[in-house]
């Protein structure tokens, strides 16, 4: 049996399996057979659902030097911006109209947002909307601010590993982070409950499918509830303002193996992948993605959050062209749900209790 079919029937590998597997998942029959079977998978957890989430980018100031990273302290040129807690909340009202049921906040490592502020806008949201979820990607805290946080009321966190090798995350970062630092935050995450998001970027520089299997190791250990790739895509005002961008094709096919690995994982076609090729999202849908995460940002606000060049936030980006995007899933035989949208563990387990309270009732 060939490499892909033995992946396909126990996800299982060794590292040096896992390469082989990417570099057999080129050939057009072997993608087209993993993403087959993803979308198999796909289907078997979620049905035809792609769930929507409203992204707000509420700070682009950051501490942390990052070498692909656009908004990276070092960079003089970006033009830096924080939202207060009402236009945080402003926004939350726009989505929320617009249909909305989770919230994702995402900034850069802003000192600003003390814990006692975090709490208080996660409390307001939650408050105001309790009917709807509070995801957080803001990056490396304490336990103890991440503890606060999900008294506060955040149930999911995003926190790329961005590669699992750590020869090649200090390529990546300035010599103060550690993969170490930021694996011990994913693990605490779990701990204390969060829906965890853990991804990479397909291509960033120094990678090859050695650092790639590295990734789907971690990925298997970690067992997370999300997980996000997207390519990695040059910001002319990063010291990788020369690299090459990582391939559409190449984050299709990870796409297929991450949802075969992970089978109830929630996979977002990212906005990266949509800046990269105009089709990038309906592809995405058809190799296993189930997440789309259009931008609710304040208009004014949005080009500020230049993560890498040409980043895409208007048009079906944006969270006010739902209908443009309900079109377009629905135009590639899937349906856009507006939802909470939980990882499907999660969705079992409440359904378990509430069979169980109903048993109890008769
Ligand atoms: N400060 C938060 C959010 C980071 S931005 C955190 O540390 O988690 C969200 C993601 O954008 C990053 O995790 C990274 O994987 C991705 N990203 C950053 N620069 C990028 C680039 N040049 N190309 C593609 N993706 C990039």
């Given at each position: 049996?060939?490499?892909?079919?033995?992946?396909?029937?126990?996800?299982?590998?060794?590292?040096?399996?896992?390469?082989?597997?990417?570099?057999?998942?080129?050939?057009?029959?072997?993608?087209?057979?993993?993403?087959?079977?993803?979308?198999?998978?796909?289907?078997?957890?979620?049905?035809?659902?792609?769930?929507?989430?409203?992204?707000?980018?509420?700070?682009?100031?950051?501490?942390?030097?990052?070498?692909?990273?656009?908004?990276?302290?070092?960079?003089?040129?970006?033009?830096?911006?924080?939202?207060?807690?009402?236009?945080?909340?402003?926004?939350?009202e726009t989505g929320y109209g617009?249909?909305?049921?989770?919230?994702?906040?995402?900034?850069?490592?802003?000192?600003?947002f003390t814990d006692e502020r975090?709490?208080?806008?996660?409390?307001?949201?939650?408050?105001?909307?309790?009917?709807?979820?509070?995801?957080?990607?803001?990056?490396?805290?304490?336990?103890?601010?991440?503890?606060?946080?999900?008294?506060?009321?955040?149930?999911?966190?995003?926190?790329?590993?961005?590669?699992?090798?750590?020869?090649?995350?200090?390529?990546?970062?300035?010599?103060?982070?550690?993969?170490?630092?930021?694996?011990?935050?994913?693990?605490?995450?779990?701990?204390?409950?969060?829906?965890?998001?853990?991804?990479?970027?397909?291509?960033?520089?120094?990678?090859?499918?050695?650092?790639?299997?590295?990734?789907?190791?971690?990925?298997?250990?970690?067992?997370?509830?999300?997980?996000?790739?997207?390519?990695?895509?040059?910001?002319?005002?990063?010291?990788?303002?020369?690299?090459?961008?990582?391939?559409?094709?190449?984050?299709?096919?990870?796409?297929?193996?991450?949802?075969?690995?992970?089978?109830?994982?929630?996979?977002?076609?990212?906005?990266?992948?949509?800046?990269?090729?105009?089709?990038?999202?309906?592809?995405?849908?058809?190799?296993?993605?189930?997440?789309?995460?259009?931008?609710?940002?304040?208009?004014?606000?949005?080009?500020?959050?230049?993560?890498?060049?040409?980043?895409?936030?208007?048009?079906?980006?944006?969270?006010?062209?739902?209908?443009?995007?309900?079109?377009?899933?629905?135009?590639?035989?899937?349906?856009?749900?507006?939802?909470?949208?939980?990882?499907?563990?999660?969705?079992?387990?409440?359904?378990?209790?509430?069979?169980?309270?109903?048993?109890?009732?008769?």
């Open positions: 049996m060939d490499i892909i079919e033995r992946f396909i029937q126990n996800p299982e590998l060794e590292k040096k399996e896992y390469e082989e597997l990417l570099l057999a998942s080129g050939e057009p029959e072997a993608r087209k057979r993993l993403a087959e079977e993803a979308v198999r998978l796909r289907k078997l957890y979620y049905g035809d659902k792609v769930y929507a989430r409203g992204l707000i980018e509420f700070t682009n100031i950051c501490k942390n030097d990052c070498l692909y990273c656009g908004i990276r302290r070092s960079n003089r040129k970006a033009d830096r911006y924080r939202l207060t807690k009402e236009e945080i909340l402003s926004c939350c617009l249909g909305f049921r989770t919230f994702v906040l995402q900034g850069g490592e802003d000192p600003w975090m709490c208080e806008i996660v409390r307001s949201i939650r408050g105001k909307y309790p009917d709807c979820a509070v995801t957080l990607s803001i990056g490396e805290r304490s336990y103890e601010s991440y503890r606060r946080l999900r008294e506060a009321g955040a149930e999911r966190y995003l926190l790329r590993h961005e590669t699992a090798s750590e020869e090649h995350y200090q390529k990546l970062h300035p010599k103060e982070m550690s993969l170490a630092h930021r694996k011990q935050c994913l693990y605490e995450l779990k701990e204390l409950g969060y829906q965890v998001g853990a991804g990479f970027m397909v291509g960033a520089p120094g990678q090859t499918y050695r650092e790639l299997a590295e990734d789907l190791l971690f990925l298997r250990e970690l067992q997370p509830q999300m997980v996000g790739i997207g390519p990695f895509v040059p910001h002319h005002d990063t010291p990788f303002r020369d690299e090459p961008a990582g391939s559409v094709e190449l984050t299709l096919r990870l796409l297929s193996i991450i949802r075969i690995l992970l089978p109830k994982v929630l996979l977002p076609a990212t906005t990266a992948l949509g800046t990269m090729d105009p089709e990038g999202r309906e592809k995405g849908f058809a190799a296993g993605a189930n997440v789309v995460m259009p931008n609710l940002s304040p208009e004014k606000n949005r080009k500020k959050y230049e993560l890498y060049d040409n980043k895409l936030c208007t048009g079906e980006e944006a969270a006010e062209s739902c209908a443009d995007l309900r079109r377009r899933v629905e135009r590639a035989d899937w349906h856009l749900s507006m939802e909470r949208g939980d990882a499907a563990e999660k969705a079992l387990e409440e359904m378990e209790q509430e069979s169980k309270r109903q048993e109890d009732n008769l």
